[in-house]
């Protein structure tokens, strides 16, 4: 695979991790002034969950407990997560210098935490996320490494 193809792949993924963000976020401001702990309880009706079990219970408790002020700072964070991924993949899809260096860093900064959850519970999807994030990572720092060294010729 060339390296702008590479960079135009991981591209495509972050501007598609943005625009699901960007939809989270739109979600979380319908549902301002809204009656957010009965949506909770019909959705967990509608799913066939045990409303009685742990994870229901705490999903409809924190939904309770959610008001507009708080649904909108949450939809303000998705926003600004989000135009942080659309950001990183404009500058990889026109093969930016600080796109690579954008993409390198913030894939950089996962690697403790998906370090400390493959120690804490060991499984194959934690394996795969940091697989995946350490050969993005790497293939960043590849393409910055080959623009510098073509830079010096």
């Known amino acids: 695979m060339k390296l702008s193809q590479g960079l135009r792949a991981v591209a ?15 979600g979380l401001l319908a549902l301002v002034h809204h009656d957010l702990q ?7 009706r509608h799913t066939h969950l045990n409303p009685a079990s742990h994870l229901p219970r705490v999903f409809i408790a924190y ?17 600004a997560y989000a135009a942080v991924r659309l950001v990183e993949a404009y500058g990889l899809w026109h093969e930016r210098t600080w796109g690579e260096a954008f993409a390198a860093a913030s894939g950089a900064v996962y690697v403790p935490f998906e370090l400390r959850e493959l120690l804490r519970a060991p499984g194959l999807l934690s394996i795969l996320l940091l697989a995946v994030n350490v050969a993005i990572v790497a293939f960043m720092l590849y393409g910055l490494r080959r623009r510098r060294a073509g830079a010096r010729r």
């Open 63 to 79: 939904a309770g407990q959610l008001d507009n002020a708080h649904l909108m700072q949450l939809a303000l964070g998705a926003f």
């Open 12 to 26: 495509a993924v972050e501007a598609t991790k943005g625009l699901v963000v960007v939809l989270a976020g739109c």
């Open 38 to 44: 009965r949506a909770a309880e019909e959705l967990v």
